[in-house]
């Protein structure tokens, strides 16, 4: 399990990084490694050309104005997650952040890195596609920005281009009073997702769910919006009933099929139980407009 | 009197080294000038190889050698099987590299060597292999059919052994019984997935034509004896050393693997130094497996729950090879009626080849699935006839007073009837009930029922012949200069703490403190005389080995010490390092003088040497140096060899809530008691259960190898196959009870497996009781999982 | 290893930001293990364990699994606990790297860590040991440790151990936060 023989560069500058990503026909970038370096022991990836990025400052950055909390792909996940800034504009990013792997991993991984990884399973990805954030990717020849919903295609596919670097995450803030939560189950403490499931829930004024939104990983091949439960939730009075038919229209989300981690019939009933439960605890966390 | 070692919570002699990183794994070792091997292994199961080109590897840079099967010459033979049955219908073993067969994901094809583990891999990965696909079928019920495909093409129905034993009269007790209960039941496969994977590394030494073999193993004695037939070296001229070993478990004893004879031919040919370790990812597909069999399992009992007798007809899944023999199958066959009275017993076993990584003893070796199968059962018995789960194990349990328990023609692995020592199996189900707090736990469930929560309580009774011969011996010097004592036994150990119990008993022997006492063991060149560990033996056999030599050097001590003293050697006592008279501690000498007295020199290399030699004012005067019938300094050597295996038992329980949305469970209390004899340090005895019942949960809820209809395993990494972290694993209560074997001079029974065999059935039973208010159907496999639970609830819906 | 192989590229350059290296020459990197500085001159796919076993001979970091799931080779960089088996040697160029070798005092008093693992049986067969030591080593220094049992072994979990069943390794990790913080 040593990893295969690659060209190596470590760019200091975005600019520089930028450059050898398009002489390159068969990159990977080095951020965090805590998911490119396993896949490169089992020769899973035999790139040409591994480019670190650990030299680009320029890409570990937070700053949370204009409703978005944008983080540069370099900043460490747990950079994030114990960002009070990022935390108080929106508690949910922690609350999911918690679950990734062990504090070990988060230390050395990169925001950066799980998005554009796509695993399925992650946590990160499903986060953007519930908060509907954006994500900027970056060529030599120009920058665009990307909607969550459209940038996970499938199992570790994005829709980066391949001479393209993702530059930054954006995550939207919460608003005032929306409840939020985050829940998923793994086997064993830090592995990744046999599902998972996040909530917000927006309430008007009579105390009726204005906005639900809903996501689950670990379901499909890619994160996935439950728009059929969220639409169920629009104008309904929160509470089991509510939640518990969300649940239940959550179930035809997973097109995962069996696996060694799950039956996909258990992890029908998993995700519709994981929906209930963030519901309800979103729900408790949600504060109507005075 | 200084307070006695043995039974004292003495920290361990050998942790001083693994806490600072000075541990010697064979990967540590600095081999000067070592070369790095990786293998090219079969990605297919069962196939023919049509086209094998290592042209390419051999053209690599840094790669000094690839071997196929062609280049081993008179080692391109089947390896032997170590342990022959007359039962055993067709012996299959496999070759270090393959011939044009291959029989499982992972067989070694081929070995390269190159300057570095990294060019290995990538040599390894250039060799051209093309098979012919032939047809598998993995699952062991399948491949045993008429029809099915065939692991061997000569072997019909893939049936490698069968085996009938019959135990008194079941066919009466059948007849009498006023009640049968039938079940099947299955343990699905797993591994042992210690943390430190297989190693070999080897020296040719071309000068003296002598061959060192540094192996991750359990066996060092028998690897040697292998190596220096196949090599055809003289035994003297092989040394194997088993140094710093990270975790065994069983599968490390399956000699020789492939590396083990590759590594050393490799090391002679290249006259380099050579080493393989082995990594995670080849560890799944490489070292054995164990743990599936399929139990049809039948009880005959009377209206009040006496079992008169036992049915049990078994498949064995044991691979594509058999190199072990039918040791996990008759194991599993001797110890199905576990605790149990049943005086009729008729077991049958059927070992069945299937396509895969071949299964050897992995802790537990078959009582896991024995245990599952006749815990099961009696679970199952106690409903149908509507007795307590505790009382129905009261009822037949062997009493203290019928000890030693025969059961006639069942014949265990050391080739003797089962014979129970010794055993309070009544008390130790009393302690656990007193423990658990039986009726506060059955109003705590009643309450949780009542909210509508899921909590179940689970038992198992297990019981585990331990300590099997045929014999161990140990070796006691003591050094001249220092006092110290050194301590040389056959065995290896890795991690059970050899090096601080061995160095108690001696300890209490001769007076030392147990630091001073230091154990080299598993080093052919130091002592060569033994077996291996294995089977919860070490502690019984080498430990009483250890005892007599202790003993023995004892008197030798006393009876020169009394010489020096001119006492007698009945007066003499041994404390604090030093000999004296009883009674006058001031009149005394040293261990350090008393070695080095007894050692008559003639030159003084040293200090203190000159007391020793003949001009010294100490030196005696008259007669022969050394007297007739005596030997110089102080060392002896002896053996133990027991008279049979003794048995070790134990209950545990758990109380066990079933989440109802993530059909996960979360075990609240977990109880073990158990008794292995007299224990020599108590917190070395709690570590092995505590590691045992980890492993058991791992086989219980976590740990299941997953093969494809292809015969690929589809989880082999730690990502897939889930290794309990300390979340997967409950705090465990532990009661520990100490009933004497009767059968050797320490009293000691084995406790190395102690810990995982019950743990499968206790967690399914407990989930079974969880689950039974719902309706849901009896719980018949493990290892569960939430899956598996998930089905349960739902059957419990439909059925509603 | 495949490392510095000795004197032969001793003309190694640090890394620049605009070379592209092959896989067979050799970067130079320089940091510090252990308090002591180190230059070497590394392979762009020497793992970081394969860096401090095979080139450095610090075999006390163990390697267990190589993909991150077992803990066995944690070392920490900068102060931060990290996978030595997902770094890259020359991704600690300039860092700060220490191994179990450099917990320890350097007249041999041992690190309260180390103590305790032994005092509470934390260890058996020690293969999993200097991982778990640099793993709880941090816990101790610079985390909060949960107040229940629960707790406490999520914040082991991330190193696997298959010998002791953790029970010592909960109790050593109590024990030796017990007497840091006790002095303070
Ligand atoms: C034991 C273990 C458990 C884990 N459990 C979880 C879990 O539960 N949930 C979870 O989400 N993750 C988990 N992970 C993965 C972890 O979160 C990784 O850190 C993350 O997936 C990748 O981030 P990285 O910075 O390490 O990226 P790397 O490993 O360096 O890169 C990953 C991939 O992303 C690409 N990439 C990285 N950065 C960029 C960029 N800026 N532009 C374009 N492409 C880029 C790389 O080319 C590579 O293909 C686990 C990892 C381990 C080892
Ligand atoms: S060896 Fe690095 S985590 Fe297992
Ligand atoms: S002590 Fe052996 S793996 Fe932990």
């Known amino acids: 399990m040593k990893p295969p023989c690659y060209e190596y560069v470590a760019p200091d500058t975005l600019a520089g990084a930028l450059r050898v990503r398009a002489e390159c026909e068969d990159s990977v970038v080095l951020a965090g490694g805590q998911s490119l370096v396993p896949t490169l022991n089992f020769r899973l990836a035999n790139p040409d050309t591994v480019i670190d990025l650990r030299r680009v400052a320029e890409l570990a950055t937070v700053d949370t104005r204009d409703g978005m909390i944008r983080v540069g792909a370099m900043t460490r996940q747990r950079t994030l997650e114990r960002n009070e800034a990022a935390f108080a504009r929106n508690p949910l990013i922690r609350e999911t952040m918690e679950y990734i792997a062990h504090p070990v991993i988060r230390s050395r991984g990169t925001i950066g890195g799980s998005v554009a990884h796509a695993d399925p399973a992650s946590e990160l990805p499903c986060l953007l596609v519930l908060l509907d954030g954006e994500l900027t990717a970056r060529s030599s020849r120009g920058e665009r920005t990307i909607p969550a919903a459209d940038f996970f295609e499938f199992v570790f596919t994005t829709a980066l281009e391949p001479e393209e670097l993702l530059v930054e995450v954006a995550f939207p803030v919460l608003e005032p009073g929306e409840g939020w939560a985050f829940r998923e189950f793994a086997r064993r403490h830090g592995d990744f997702a046999v599902a998972g499931a996040g909530a917000t829930l927006l309430l008007d004024d009579a105390g009726r769910i204005a906005r639900a939104r809903l996501a689950a990983c670990g379901v499909a091949t890619t994160p996935v919006r439950l728009r059929a439960a969220e639409e169920a939730l629009r104008g309904a009075e929160p509470g089991t009933e509510a939640f518990r038919a969300a649940g239940e229209l959550a179930r035809d989300a997973v097109t995962t099929v069996d696996d060694t981690a799950a039956s996909a019939d258990y992890r029908r009933h998993l995700l519709s139980g994981l929906v209930n439960d963030v519901l309800t605890r979103a729900a408790a966390r949600a504060r109507g407009p005075r | ?800 | 290893m495949n490392g510095n192989h000795g004197t032969d590229h001793l003309d190694a350059e640090p890394v620049d930001g605009d070379t592209r290296y092959g896989p067979d020459d050799r970067i130079a990197i320089s940091l510090t293990v252990n308090g002591e500085k180190v230059e070497a001159a590394v392979s762009p796919r020497l793992l970081l364990s394969d860096f401090l076993r095979g080139d450095l001979g610090l075999t006390g970091t163990h390697v267990g699994c190589e993909h991150g799931v077992c803990g066995a080779c944690t070392v920490h960089l900068d102060g931060m606990p990290a996978r030595s088996c997902l770094t890259m040697a020359v991704q600690v160029d300039g860092m700060e790297v220490r191994t179990v070798e450099g917990l320890a005092e350097p007249d041999g008093t041992l690190h309260p860590v180390q103590r305790a693992f032994r005092e509470c049986h934390g260890l058996q067969c020690g293969f999993c040991t200097p991982g778990f030591l640099m793993a709880v080593t941090h816990l101790v220094e610079n985390e909060e440790l949960a107040e229940t049992d629960d707790g406490l072994r999520a914040q082991l979990a991330g190193n696997l151990c298959r010998c002791t069943g953790y029970m010592g390794i909960v109790a050593a990790t109590r024990r030796a936060a017990a007497e840091i913080a006790s002095k303070g």
């Open chain 2, 1 to 800: 009197m200084s307070t006695r070692q043995f039974g004292a919570r003495v920290q361990r002699n050998e942790d001083a080294r693994l806490i600072t990183g000075r541990g010697r794994f064979v990967d540590d070792l600095p081999l000067d000038g070592v070369l790095h091997g990786a293998f090219a292994r079969s990605a297919v199961a069962r196939g023919r190889i049509t086209h094998l080109d290592t042209t390419a590897a051999r053209a690599l840079p840094g790669v000094h050698r690839v071997y196929t099967h062609a280049d081993l010459g008179e080692l391109d033979v089947t390896m032997p099987l170590l342990i022959p049955h007359p039962c055993i219908g067709h012996p299959r073993t496999q070759y270090p590299l393959a011939h044009e067969d291959v029989y499982h994901v992972g067989q070694a094809i081929a070995f390269v060597v190159a300057d570095d583990r990294y060019i290995a891999e990538d040599a390894a990965r250039l060799i051209e292999i093309d098979y012919d696909i032939l047809p598998v079928e993995v699952d062991p019920a399948k491949a045993a059919l008429d029809g099915a495909p065939l692991v061997h093409e000569d072997v019909p129905n893939n049936i490698a052994a069968h085996l009938v034993q019959v135990s008194g009269d079941p066919d009466a007790a059948f007849a009498a019984a006023d009640h049968v209960t039938r079940i099947q039941v299955r343990v699905d496969r797993s591994t042992a997935a210690p943390m430190e994977c297989l190693s070999t590394a080897a020296r040719w030494d071309a000068v003296s034509g002598e061959l060192t073999v540094w192996d991750g193993t359990q066996a060092p004695i028998g690897l040697r004896g292998a190596l220096s037939s196949l090599f055809d070296l003289d035994e003297d001229k092989v040394r194997v050393v088993a140094p710093d070993v990270g975790g065994g478990f069983g599968p490390k004893i399956v000699f020789p693997y492939s590396n083990e004879i590759l590594v050393p031919f490799a090391a002679k040919d290249l006259r380099r130094p050579v080493k393989w370790v082995e990594d995670r990812s080849e560890n799944f597909v490489h070292m054995t497996h164990e743990r599936t069999q399929i139990h049809d399992i039948e009880l005959a009992a009377t209206s009040d729950g006496v079992v008169l007798g036992l049915r049990d007809t078994f498949l064995h899944d044991t691979g594509s090879f058999i190199p072990y023999g039918i040791a996990v199958a008759q194991v599993a066959s001797t110890q199905i009626a576990g605790p149990y009275r049943i005086p009729a017993i008729h077991v049958t076993f059927d070992c069945v080849y299937t396509p895969t990584v071949p299964v050897t003893p992995y802790r537990g070796c078959g009582r896991p699935q024995a245990n599952f199968a006749i815990e099961r059962a009696m679970d199952q018995l106690a409903a149908e006839l509507g007795i307590d789960r505790f009382e129905i194990r009261r009822r037949n349990f062997i009493a203290p007073d019928e000890f030693p328990y025969t059961r006639p023609d069942l014949v265990f692995a050391d080739g003797l009837p089962v014979t129970l020592d010794s055993g309070r199996y009544d008390d130790a189900l009393a302690a656990l009930e007193k423990a658990l707090d039986l009726d506060a736990i059955r109003a705590e469930q009643e309450q949780a029922r009542a909210e509508g929560r899921l909590l179940g309580l689970g038992l198992s009774f297990y019981v585990e012949g331990t300590g099997l011969g045929p014999y161990e011996g140990a070796k006691i010097r003591l050094h001249p200069i220092t006092g110290k004592a050194y301590v040389n036994t056959g065995l290896t150990a890795q991690g059970q703490g050899h090096e601080t119990a061995w160095a108690q008993i001696v300890a209490d022997q001769i007076g030392v403190r147990p630091e001073d006492v230091i154990v080299v063991e598993g080093d052919t060149g130091v002592f060569d005389w033994g077996v291996a560990t294995f089977a919860s033996r070490a502690a019984v056999v080498s430990g009483n080995a250890v005892h007599v030599a202790a003993v023995s050097a004892r008197a030798r001590i006393a009876q020169a010490a009394a010489n020096m003293l001119e006492a007698d050697p009945d007066d003499i006592e041994l404390e604090n390092g030093r000999a004296f008279v009883r009674g006058t501690s001031s009149r005394g000498v040293t261990l350090a003088e008393v070695a080095t007295m007894s050692n008559p020199l003639r030159y003084a290399f040293n200090k203190a040497a000159q007391t020793a030699t003949q001009f010294a004012p100490t030196a005696r005067s008259t007669g022969k140096p050394l007297p007739d019938g005596e030997r110089p300094g102080i060392e002896v050597s002896e053996y133990y060899s027991p008279p049979h295996a003794t048995w070790a038992y134990g209950v545990h329980a758990a109380l066990v809530e079933v989440d109802p949305v993530t059909c996960d469970i979360d075990v609240k209390r977990y109880v073990c008691v158990h008794d292995c004899g007299n224990m020599i340090n108590p917190m070395i005895v709690e570590g092995q259960v505590a590691g045992g019942v980890a492993q058991g949960m791992g086989g219980a809820f976590y740990e299941k190898l997953e093969y494809d209809e292809n015969g690929v395993l589809r989880n082999a990494s730690f990502m897939d196959f889930l290794v309990p972290y300390a979340t997967e694993v409950p705090h465990i209560e532990m009661i520990h009870m100490e009933t004497p074997s009767p059968l050797n001079p320490l009293g000691i029974k084995g406790v190395g497996e102690a810990g995982t065999i019950p743990v499968g059935q206790v967690i399914a039973s407990a989930v079974e009781d969880a689950l039974s208010p719902l309706g849901a159907p009896p719980v018949r496999q493990v290892p569960l999982s939430p899956s598996a639970i998930h089905d349960l609830l739902r059957e419990a819906r439909v059925s509603a």
